[in-house]
Structures are given as C-alpha cells and as structure tokens.
C-alpha cells in the first residue's frame, strides 16, 4: 500500500518516500546509519495508512527522535537551517554538472521502475553520498553504487535491468518504438511522456504524414486518402456489397489506408537506422505488418505496443474530452461513428493479437505509461547481455568482484574523486 502524503498549505499529496525523510535527517546533524534507522520505523508505522499529513507527519518523527536523541535534534529537524552540498559528476569525457535528482530518477524510471521507487532510490544514493562528504564523483562509479543500490535493496531483476538499459545507451543502436491503436486510445499521450521518460527526441505522427500526402495527392484522384480511418470504406466501391458485414468494410477501409501510409513509415523507420537515432512512430495506421518491414535490418531493435479501450462508456466519455481539450477536433464528428471506430479498435486488438504484439487496456495513465516502459526493456533485454563486467568492468576491478561486491552504503565513502578544479 502507498502512503501519500498531504501538504495541507499547499493542498498537494506525494509519495511518502523514505530517501527523502532520511536527507531530512542528516540535515538535522543525524548518521545515515540512524537516519535510515528511523526512517525505516515511521515507513512500517505507515505501513497500513493510505493517507496522513506532513505536520502529523513531523510530529511522529520529532517524538522518536526526542525519545531516541535530544531536544537539539528536534529543533534542527523542525526548523533546518541547512544548506545541501553541491555534488559534481564528472562524465567519461570530463564534462562536469551537478548531481540531479531528478535525471537520476528519470534513467531509474526507464529501466521500468515505478515513479516512487525511482525517486526513493535516488534520495537514498543522493543522501549516502552527502553524509559521507562526496562532492565529486565520476559518472560510472555514481552508475556502480547505483546498480548494487538496486541490486541489494530492491531486488537482481531491477539491477539486471539496469544494466541492460546502460548497455543499450552505450551501444548506439537505434530504437523504434511504434504506438497502434484507433481514435481515443491514448497514443500521443503515452507517446510524449515515454518520449520525455527516455529522452527520444523524435515523434512522428501517422496522421501528419497522412496530412501530407493529403496536400500532395487531391482527394479525386485518391478519396480513400482523404477520409477518417474509420470511415475509410466508406469510399470503397465494394460498400454495398451485401455478403460484407459492417465490421468487414471498417477493416478493409482502414486496411487500404494503412497500405498507403505504410510507405511514409518505412522511410521513418530507414531514417532512424542511417541516422542511428532512436524514434517513436505513433497512429492508427501504426498496423502491426510494420514489424515486417523493420525486421529486416538488424540495426534497428523494433518495440510495438497497442492501445486500446475495452468498454464503450470509457470510449465515448475520452471522445467527449478530446473534444473539449481540442474544440478543432469536434466531439459530434466521432460521437456520429462511434460505432464504426468502435469496430475498427476491435479489428486492430484482433491484429495485434494475431500478431503477437503486447495490448495495453489500462485506463491509468501512469500504468500504461509503465507498461509501454517495461516492453521497451523486455525487448531490449533480447539484444543485450546486461553483464556487470562488461557494462561495468573498469569500476568494478576498483572497488571489488562481481561475485562479492561489497555493501552499497559501505562502498559510497569511497567514491569520492580528485576535486573538480
């Protein structure tokens, strides 16, 4: 069960986190080894608590630690006055920036961890590492303490995980990940947050390219072009064939659509493999035969996921949404062919299905953006090792066999290096 707490001034609710109460306490003049002492208590108290207050909060903490220390202690806890240490890292290239959080916990979250994992990991590292005195640490010893971080405390397959993901970033390769689903699904959403998350720069449309070919090609010379992808059948010549069900035109519609679009997204797809760039190809002509067309080059590691919306209230009530988020996109427009998108989602869960590929139904934001995450490493983990010595290697001869690494919390005071001049 997660704790969240509340701020009642400014009415917020976050994560109760134990990293962050554990920094709190150094910065009260407390050891890391009692800081996390005490911190791992108020953490089982809140155990069976879904929500509580951060004054509650304080007091809890403040009455263990007159129990446990002294009054001095209380009062620097409840009024701090410190200023937190700057720490540098130093990357293999000898650029120098300031520890963040923040990325620290991003890079976590692209291994597939969960959000408040991440950001309790990096609180923990981050406050290690101040109450030893650290202010200067190179970017693969910072990579070491973080993997046996995980490897101790959270568990060998988060670590595993870890180390799969450095040996991607390290090997250049680029990465498509091709987001399927019909109107309403969540596509751009989840494709710009995951864009965000694991810092790909470039996201394309289906629908812009369709745009385009839509300026280039008039709709007489080609009316399939230039309908919705629901609607698509309704240009056919086939429509009033009586032994094709309504379900049957929705798909050969939309499949006459895709064939065109598919010559724009393979070109997506080369361009990412000549520029070794990682991309997101996101739409509904996003049809799972793409797969076909990147398997073919080995450069390129090929991840497909499909959105959908498994009941037809939740459907029409993102229908109405879109059309209040974005006026241009008129909520009658698809209210009209509810029925007709409705059928085509089927018809793309069923290609999905059909072609192995991963469906995701969640209507949770934060989950399915979890989910698309965990794909991304599940295939990953199919072209790359994920080996501590050879991810690691060089740090590891430092500080230790990968067989018996030491302690993480031992190992951080040692990680200081020469000042950045």
Same mark, same amino acid.
């Given at each position: 069960?997660?704790?969240?707490?509340?701020?009642?001034r400014?009415?917020?609710?976050?994560?109760?986190?134990?990293?962050?109460?554990?920094?709190?306490?150094l910065?009260?003049g407390?050891?890391?080894?009692?800081?996390?002492e005490?911190?791992?208590?108020?953490?089982?108290?809140?155990?069976d608590?879904?929500?509580?207050?951060?004054?509650?909060?304080?007091?809890?903490?403040?009455?263990?630690?007159?129990?446990?220390?002294?009054?001095?202690?209380v009062?620097?806890?409840?009024?701090?006055?410190?200023?937190?240490?700057?720490?540098?890292?130093?990357?293999?290239?000898?650029?120098?920036?300031a520890?963040?959080?923040?990325?620290?916990?991003?890079?976590?979250?692209?291994?597939?961890?969960?959000?408040?994992?991440a950001?309790?990991a990096?609180?923990?590292?981050?406050?290690?590492?101040?109450?030893?005195?650290?202010?200067d640490i190179?970017s693969?010893?910072?990579?070491?303490?973080?993997?046996?971080?995980?490897?101790?405390?959270?568990?060998?397959?988060?670590?595993?995980?870890?180390?799969?993901?450095?040996?991607f970033?390290?090997?250049?390769?680029?990465?498509?990940?091709?987001?399927?689903?019909s109107?309403?699904?969540?596509?751009?959403?989840?494709?710009?947050?995951?864009?965000?998350?694991l810092?790909?720069?470039?996201?394309?449309?289906?629908?812009?390219?369709?745009?385009?070919?839509?300026?280039?090609?008039?709709?007489?010379?080609?009316?399939?072009?230039?309908?919705?992808?629901?609607n698509?059948?309704?240009?056919?010549?086939?429509? @009033?064939?009586?032994? +094709?069900?309504?379900?049957?035109?929705?798909?050969?519609?939309? *499949?006459?659509? &895709?064939? !065109?679009?598919? #010559?724009?997204?393979?070109a997506?797809?080369?361009?990412?493999?000549e520029?070794?760039?990682?991309v997101?190809?996101?739409?509904?002509?996003?049809?799972?035969?793409?797969?076909?067309?990147?398997?073919?080059?080995?450069?390129?590691i090929?991840?497909?996921?499909?959105?959908?919306?498994?009941k037809?209230?939740?459907?029409?009530?993102?229908?109405?949404?879109?059309?209040?988020?974005?006026?241009?996109?008129?909520?009658?427009?698809?209210?009209?062919?509810?029925?007709?998108?409705?059928s085509?989602?089927?018809?793309?869960? @069923?290609?999905?299905? +059909?072609?192995d590929?991963p469906?995701?139904?969640?209507?949770? *934001?934060?989950? &399915?953006? !979890?989910?698309? #995450?965990?794909?991304?490493?599940?295939?990953?983990?199919?072209?790359?090792?994920?080996t501590?010595?050879?991810?690691?290697?060089?740090?590891?001869?430092?500080?230790?066999?990968?067989?018996?690494?030491?302690?993480?919390?031992?190992l951080?005071?040692?990680?200081?290096?020469?000042p950045?001049?």
């Amino acid at each position: 069960m997660k704790t969240l707490v509340l701020n009642v001034r400014e009415n917020k609710e976050v994560p109760f986190l134990r990293g962050i109460l554990i920094g709190s306490l150094l910065d009260a003049g407390l050891s890391f080894e009692k800081a996390m002492e005490l911190a791992t208590i108020v953490r089982n108290e809140l155990a069976d608590t879904n929500r509580v207050t951060s004054e509650v909060l304080q007091e809890r903490v403040a009455l263990l630690l007159k129990e446990r220390f002294d009054e001095q202690l209380v009062e620097q806890y409840c009024s701090p006055a410190v200023v937190h240490s700057r720490i540098h890292v130093i990357c293999r290239e000898g650029i120098v920036s300031a520890f963040s959080r923040g990325q620290h916990a991003r890079y976590l979250q692209s291994t597939g961890m969960k959000a408040e994992k991440a950001e309790s990991a990096t609180e923990m590292i981050h406050a290690r590492l101040i109450a030893t005195g650290v202010t200067d640490i190179s970017s693969t010893k910072l990579a070491y303490l973080t993997y046996l971080y995980l490897l101790q405390e959270v568990g060998k397959k988060s670590a595993k995980r870890y180390l799969v993901w450095m040996e991607f970033r390290q090997s250049n390769k680029p990465l498509a990940l091709l987001i399927g689903g019909s109107v309403a699904a969540g596509k751009s959403t989840v494709a710009t947050e995951v864009a965000h998350l694991l810092e790909i720069v470039r996201i394309q449309s289906t629908d812009m390219l369709r745009e385009v070919m839509r300026m280039m090609v008039p709709e007489r010379l080609l009316p399939i072009l230039h309908t919705s992808s629901f609607n698509a059948w309704k240009t056919l010549p086939i429509q @009033s064939d009586k032994k +094709r069900t309504q379900d049957v035109l929705v798909a050969e519609g939309y *499949r006459s659509q &895709a064939e !065109l679009l598919a #010559v724009p997204c393979e070109a997506i797809l080369q361009r990412a493999v000549e520029e070794s760039v990682p991309v997101i190809l996101e739409g509904v002509h996003v049809h799972p035969n793409l797969l076909n067309l990147a398997s073919d080059d080995s450069e390129i590691i090929t991840v497909y996921v499909m959105l959908g919306v498994l009941k037809s209230k939740q459907l029409k009530s993102r229908l109405l949404g879109r059309g209040q988020d974005v006026p241009q996109r008129r909520a009658d427009k698809y209210l009209n062919s509810l029925d007709s998108i409705w059928s085509l989602q089927s018809y793309l869960l @069923s290609e999905a299905d +059909r072609y192995d590929v991963p469906i995701i139904t969640t209507p949770d *934001r934060d989950k &399915a953006l !979890l989910q698309v #995450v965990q794909q991304v490493n599940v295939e990953l983990a199919k072209h790359f090792n994920g080996t501590p010595s050879k991810v690691l290697g060089s740090v590891m001869n430092e500080f230790g066999q990968e067989g018996s690494p030491p302690p993480w919390h031992e190992l951080a005071p040692l990680m200081q290096v020469d000042p950045v001049q």
